[in-house]
């Protein structure tokens, strides 16, 4: 079993399963209210509903059962294939799907999807099987997947060897002085949260590009390239240097844009073919509600 504290601090209010889903971004809703029903989550050290309305300075004790064995399940659904041969698939992952099982999110995901729709390289674990690369639950966007092994080690080292395109659109808080720049801070579990990730002196190197694409009056689109692929780095970086992604539950301030979750979007990937070493590129446009809300800020500036 594993455990976690934190105190509720000013800026949290409401319901005791939606706060304590905010530091636990991997859970779902459900699986919080489980464990509250069972006294697994304490405030004050005592037991209470999922209904219960947090009070600043609250204690908030969380104990997470050891994690049972999760079955890998082919689940046909309708996925947004943009590139498919013998060796690779490139993806555009919805926004709300998680990319591989893990406990409190065992179906609906990326990999039950694609193991009803093609085999995938086994190498990479039990249970990430062809995942080369993940992006969050809430960010939309491209991803490869290698459906042999061989693909898998080729991918995997371009990964690596950071010869590979990712470039990511985000909408941003704030207004930037420049017009592009390079954030190079290390990133590591947060020592006061770890379901989040901080920039730590001993964390691992951590590099994002980012430059100005469109300027609204609180707020900001740019453009970003991964050098590393840190987890959460973008959203770590950006609100490292002032800028929270908009919409972020986990990093970005309270009074933000509405929408699912944090805009952002893993909108270009390129990299060399692992069977023919043809240099591919691809891109897709940003969901729905993205383009929709860069159309309610531009008619607001």
């Known amino acids: 079993m594993e455990q976690f504290s934190f105190t ?29 029903k069972d006294e697994l989550i304490l405030v004050n050290h005592m037991s209470t509903n999922s ?14 059962p050891d994690p049972v064995k999760v079955d890998l399940i082919p689940e046909k659904m309708d996925l947004d294939i943009v590139y498919e041969d013998q060796d ?9 799907m998680v990319v591989h099982p893990a406990p409190g999110h065992e179906h609906g995901t990326l990999v039950n999807g694609l193991l009803a729709h093609s ?7 039990e249970l990430r099987p062809g995942i080369v690369h993940r992006i969050d639950k809430d960010t939309s966007g491209l991803l490869m997947v290698a459906k042999n092994d ?11 060897a950071k010869t590979n395109q990712r470039k990511y659109l985000a909408i941003v808080h704030g207004n930037f002085k420049e017009e592009s720049g390079k954030i190079d801070a290390p990133i590591g579990r947060s020592k006061k949260d ?9 964390g691992r190197p951590a590099v ?7 300027r609204f009056n609180d707020y900001t689109l740019i453009e970003c390239q991964l050098e590393t692929g840190r987890t959460h780095q973008i959203r770590v970086h950006m609100k490292y240097i002032g800028h929270p992604v908009a919409g972020d539950p986990l990093y970005g301030p309270k009074n933000t844009l509405k929408g699912p979750g944090q805009f952002l979007h893993a909108a270009l990937l390129g990299f060399k073919h692992p069977g023919t070493d043809e240099e591919l590129t691809f891109e897709v446009e940003p969901p729905q509600i993205f383009k929709d809300t860069l159309e309610q800020l531009r008619k607001k500036h």
Request: charge should be positive; avoid cysteine; aromatic fraction near 4%.
């Open 119 to 125: 085999p995938l390289a086994t190498i990479n674990g």
């Open 208 to 214: 994002t590009h980012f430059k100005v694409l469109e």
């Open 51 to 64: 209904r219960y309305k947090v009070n600043v300075n609250d204690s908030i004790d969380v104990t997470l």
């Open 8 to 36: 509720i601090t000013e800026d949290e209010t409401g319901r005791l399963d939606k706060i304590v889903t905010s530091h636990f971004p991997d859970l779902s809703r459900s699986k919080i209210q489980k464990l509250i």
């Open 194 to 202: 770890r379901k989040k990730m901080d920039i730590v002196e001993d």
């Open 150 to 160: 061989q693909a898998m080690l080729s991918l995997s080292a371009q990964l690596k």
């Open 88 to 96: 690779v698939i490139v993806v555009n992952k919805p926004q709300g």
